[in-house]
């Protein structure tokens, strides 16, 4: 048998030993044909609500089941955090090798990963301006993995190296390129496969109406759920869900399945930039939900050079909480400017275009520009940073669509020439929203000038622009 389906035979039956029910109705399969892995795919035509396989939570790879929790105290557990706590305990279940209750499942997991993590520099520049390229996080999660991490690692090398007697040795290489690959390796794999798991007893503290508080959402604990993360995902094809129940976790179909068709899981609604920064892959069914980002940066820039930039006026819209680093503008079908442009952003432009009496007036009722509502100005304004932004980018839509090749798959390319031409799919498609939001701004200004009953003639508008020039 082929060493990749002997693995998942293996992992399997480890699997239905550990308590976990399957239907005979799905197989996990072998998809590197179509350059997705291993994936879930339905056997027989399965109804909805069935349960496609039910994991008990013992079987969870999480802190909470690793001997380790046995002996290392929880509140250094605490200190690290749920995401450093399940770096720790991977680690020391893949250290353990054939010891690990895990290790059937390690065997299942990729070792290589094409997450922006693991992009060269050359590979990240193809990127250009995305704003994607500052989410990677690499500088930091080396530091955490320095500073909070390893320390731990050193303090219980005998626990977690335990009976090695090179257990100190090996603690202190954790700071070799070597070992800060493999704690970026467990990284990547809890950013790609792991779930927040919620636990047997609801213990959220729930308001009147009964939502959880997003902190609370934060703080559930990580866990690596075996084939539960074995769905890939589809934008268009979610067919499954996760169910966390007393003892165990139900994977459930949430339409009828038909035989042959993958089973699905949802990833959520992420743009393609952060479908390759957490998942290595994109496909252009996550086009719907791509988005570029405008720096607060470029905002304060672009008053500065109208002359309309205004500390009371960024801190009046501070105390309203809408100063953020960057401001979505993200796709649309069709595209339409109250649909994609972040209505924060809207609001910023405007108070920073009113008159000063107006600024005023409004503060001094604690009211701010309604976001439904751009200006001329306003679109005047959008536009500049439109167009600044798309400057940003190395290359321009017209180039890259010139050189645009079919998306090479996986097998055909190298692994540098696969991903700069999926870095550039997702630049082109950053551009395309640039460009669409630049004609929509042009549009809206022809309308409004055309609503106050002028429209300019070419002739006019050159004599205009003239006499402008003329004036300075
Ligand atoms: C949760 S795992 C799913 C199982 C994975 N295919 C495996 O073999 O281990 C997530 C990873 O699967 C891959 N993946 C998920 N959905 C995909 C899709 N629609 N097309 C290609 N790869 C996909 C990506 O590499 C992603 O990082």
């Known amino acids: 048998m082929d060493p990749f389906d002997e693995a998942s035979h293996v992992f399997l039956d480890w699997l239905k030993r550990s308590g976990a029910e399957v239907s005979p109705k799905i197989e996990l399969k072998d998809l590197r044909n179509i350059q997705a892995g291993r994936g879930v795919v339905a056997t027989q035509n399965i109804d909805e609500d069935e349960v496609l396989f039910r994991i008990p939570r013992s079987a969870i790879l999480s802190v909470e089941n690793s001997i380790l929790s046995n002996e290392i105290p929880k509140a250094t557990f605490d200190a690290l955090g749920p995401w450093l706590s399940l770096i720790l305990v991977m680690l020391y279940e893949y250290f353990n090798n054939d010891a ?5 499942y390690f065997r299942v997991l ?27 996080g690499r500088q930091s999660a080396d530091e955490n993995f320095k500073n909070e991490l390893i320390p731990v690692i050193k303090e219980f090398a005998q626990v977690v190296f335990a009976g090695d007697e090179r ?31 919620e636990p047997a007893q609801p213990q959220k503290e729930v308001d009147e109406e009964g939502y959880a508080s997003e902190d609370e959402d934060e703080a559930l604990p990580k866990g690596m759920v075996p084939l539960a993360d074995m769905l890939n995902a589809d934008a268009d094809r979610n067919n499954a869900r996760l169910f966390y129940e007393e003892e165990s976790l139900s994977m459930k179909a949430l339409k009828a399945i038909q035989t042959e068709e993958e089973i699905f899981n949802d990833y959520g609604p992420l743009p393609r930039s952060d479908l390759l920064r957490r998942y290595g892959y994109v496909t252009e069914n996550y086009a719907q939900y791509d988005v570029v980002e405008i720096q607060f940066d470029l905002v304060a820039q672009t008053a500065s050079a109208a002359n309309v930039y205004s500390e009371a006026r960024f801190e009046y819209l501070d105390e309203n909480d809408l100063i953020e680093t960057g401001y979505d503008i993200c796709a649309s079908e069709p595209f339409t400017l109250q649909e994609s442009v972040s209505p924060e952003l809207v609001v910023v432009v405007e108070t920073l275009l009113l008159d000063n009496d107006e600024f005023e007036r409004l503060k001094r009722k604690g009211k ?10 306003g679109a005047e304004f959008l536009h500049r940073l439109v167009q600044v932004r798309l400057q940003q980018y ?4 017209d180039e890259d669509n010139l050189t645009a090749t079919q998306l090479l798959s996986k097998a055909e390319a190298t692994s540098k020439e696969w991903r700069c031409a999926i870095a550039k799919e997702v630049r082109i498609g950053e551009k395309k929203i640039l460009k669409q939001a630049e004609e929509a701004l042009e549009q809206m200004g022809r309308d409004l000038v055309n609503a106050n009953g002028y429209t300019k003639r070419p002739a006019e508008e050159e004599e205009m622009g003239r006499g402008k020039r003329r004036a300075r």
Do not use: C
Request: net charge negative; glycine share 2%; charged share 25%.
């Open 368 to 377: 701010l520009p309604k976001p439904e509502k751009i200006t001329p100005k």
């Open 110 to 136: 990729p070792n290589e990963f094409n997450t922006l993590m693991f992009w060269s520099e050359d590979e990240l520049a193809e990127l250009q301006a995305s704003a994607v390229v500052h989410k990677i």
């Open 394 to 397: 190395a290359t321009t839509l």
């Open 100 to 104: 690990s209750n895990w290790a059937p």
């Open 167 to 197: 257990a100190q040795e090996r603690a202190a290489e954790m700071e070799s390129k070597e070992g800060m690959l493999l704690m970026h390796k467990m990284g990547s794999l809890i950013m790609a496969y792991a779930f927040d798991v």
